[in-house]
Nanobody, 123 residues
Framework: QVQLVESGGGLVQAGGSLRLSCAAS????????MGWFRQAPGKEREFVAA????????YYADSVKGRFTISRDNAKNPVYLQMNSLKPEDTAVYYC????????????????WGQGTQVTVSS
């Protein structure tokens, strides 16, 4: 089992920045990927970014590329999502997710999820 605890989020004006963090505990050894997804009201959950266990491989959705950065210092530290130049369309509940194996952007391939944290960007 893997447990994920998110923090960060909140209300920010358009153009501002926020940082989310996700700490994983439990069976977090061996190769794994941690990702961020988001879900806006009335929309499907969508992939945002992912990073591998060692932090040397990342993957981004086109909609956030160049504005968001996913990072971690090492396999024992939390994963961060630095969000810059935020837009009202970034408003959503953001979820941290965990999967074994290689990088992926399909939510169905992530068996473990955090509780979600609200990000609201005002215009």
């Amino acid at each position: 089992q893997v447990q994920l605890v998110e923090s960060g989020g909140g209300l920010v004006q358009a153009g501002g920045s926020l940082r989310l963090s996700c700490a994983a505990s439990g069976r977090t050894f061996s190769s794994y990927v941690m990702g961020w997804f988001r879900q806006a009201p009335g929309k499907e959950r969508e992939f945002v970014a992912a990073i591998n266990w060692s932090g040397d491989s990342t993957y981004y959705a086109d909609s956030v590329k160049g504005r968001f950065t996913i990072s971690r210092d090492n396999a024992k530290n939390p994963v961060y999502l630095q969000m810059n130049s935020l837009k009202p369309e970034d408003t959503a509940v953001y979820y941290c997710a965990f999967r074994w194996g290689t990088m992926g952007k399909a939510s169905k391939d992530y068996p473990y999820w955090g509780q979600g944290t609200q990000v609201t960007v005002s215009s």
